[in-house]
């Protein structure tokens, strides 16, 4: 036998402590990920097959005809990309933006900013407007500026997952169209969870993911474009500079040649599968509605027990509801306390509103009444003892 030569730090009688991997139950209350429902756990679980096996090939036109109808659009470029929500958000920078063309960023939290930096680094020329967290722009703030900054692009987040906002879109991609501007939105807390027409509403390039309201793991984020997008990517002059995420070879694989390009996470596509069957079973109307109405349980109960919401009722979004600390309360201390002795997960705020706000997810699976109410028991219940100053109330 010859004798390998292994770090002996790391031989086996070392790592015999590890036990079989084991990760403890959680019900996702934060701003993602949620959890997963059963069926797609089921479907993830299954032996992959090649990517490019007959049956994997009638799989993708299933996830792409079960995509279209999730984000209500006729649009053939409609897939899902390899990697969490922000490889789609990547992907629509990069292929869409030369160097020095202009993008103009309607900013009003976090992810705003995570456009910003991308655009940034694909070296277009960045305009941003900004809204305070906790704000949406009005349409005739938008329709200015683009009249105004004549951007090749207009970028805005749908659904503000650190803020709470839900932007109204009505009407913006009408004044895009007039001023031969691309519209982007980003839809990650929206997708399969709240109205969203990609074809009614004009948007001509928008992108998700399948952790927050498709009830999937991380790990695949959905993408559409339609003809304008199309339009302007063939139109190029240099190539895109990321090769990962090229829309033009994405397009080889998932257009009608399927020519491999890189192997797809074929596990992941049978659980967005079955995540978005779920979608279609429900009904997509209903899948709203159901979002909406615990959202609206959510809001009312949190105000009956005397806390604050962030976002005016106007448009608060109701996959992620931001709720005000109680000036007396340790919120990490709260937040800790539903961790680690009821499994229950509910997000700090992030950025400007660390310390501010906690925020409470109700996205795909985990939006029933069921979560809701139990999550209200335990804020009646348990928040008390969480206040700095012993005989304090809020
Ligand atoms: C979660 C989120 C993203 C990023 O998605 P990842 O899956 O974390 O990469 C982008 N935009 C918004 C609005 C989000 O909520």
Redesign the pocket.
């Known amino acids: 036998m010859t004798e390998a030569k292994l770090i002996s730090a790391l031989n086996e009688e070392n790592l015999s402590h590890f036990s079989k991997t084991y990760v403890p139950s959680r019900l996702l209350l934060g701003?993602?990920?949620s959890n997963a429902h059963p069926e797609v756990l089921r479907a993830l679980a299954l032996n992959p097959i090649g990517h490019l096996d007959e049956a994997y090939i009638s799989l993708m036109s299933d996830v792409q005809q079960l995509l279209r109808y999730t984000w209500q659009c006729n649009n053939r470029l409609t897939l899902p990309m390899s990697?969490?929500?922000?490889?789609a958000?990547e992907a629509s920078i990069a292929n869409f933006i030369e160097e020095g063309e202009k993008i103009l960023i309607a900013k009003k939290?976090?992810?705003g900013d995570?456009l910003v930096d991308m655009a940034t680094r694909y070296k277009a020329q960045v305009s941003v407007i900004d809204k305070s967290w906790g704000e949406a722009f009005t349409y005739e703030e938008i329709k200015y500026e683009i009249e105004t900054k004549k951007p090749a692009i207009f970028a805005i987040?749908?659904?503000?997952?650190?803020s709470g906002v839900l932007q109204p879109l009505d009407g913006i991609g009408d004044i895009c169209r007039k001023n031969n501007c691309l519209f982007l939105v980003?839809?990650?807390?929206s997708l399969g969870a709240l109205e969203l027409l990609i074809d009614e509403w004009k948007i001509d390039l928008a992108?998700s993911?399948?952790?927050?309201g498709l009830s999937c793991p991380?790990g695949l984020?959905p993408f559409t474009m339609n003809k304008r997008a199309e339009e302007k990517l063939s139109s190029r002059k240099t190539k895109v500079p990321n090769w990962y995420l090229d829309l033009s070879l994405l397009n080889k694989y998932w257009g009608s040649d399927r020519v491999y390009h890189h192997t797809a996470p074929v596990n992941m596509n049978f659980a967005i599968r079955e995540g978005l069957r779920l979608i279609a079973n429900e009904g997509l109307e209903n899948v709203w509605n159901r979002h909406n109405t615990n959202a609206k349980k959510l809001w009312n109960g949190l105000e009956t027990l005397g806390m604050e919401l962030h976002v005016s009722e106007d448009y608060r979004l109701p996959t992620?509801t931001t709720v005000k600390i109680p000036p007396a309360v340790d919120g990490d201390g709260f937040r800790n306390h539903l961790l680690r002795n009821f499994g229950i997960e509910i997000g700090n705020g992030l950025g400007e509103l660390s310390g501010k706000v906690w925020r409470v997810g109700l996205m795909g699976f985990n939006s029933c009444e069921e979560n809701v109410d139990r999550l209200l028991n335990l804020f009646d219940t348990e928040l008390k003892k969480f206040s700095i100053f012993e005989s304090s109330t809020f």
């Not at 987040?157 to 650190?162: F, I, L, M, R, W």
């Not at 980003?186 to 807390?189: G, Q």
Request: charged share 15%.
């Open positions: 701003p993602g990920p990697g969490t929500g922000s490889a958000m939290g976090y992810f995570r987040v749908h659904a503000e997952t650190s980003d839809a990650v807390t992108y993911c399948s952790q927050k991380p984020s992620l």
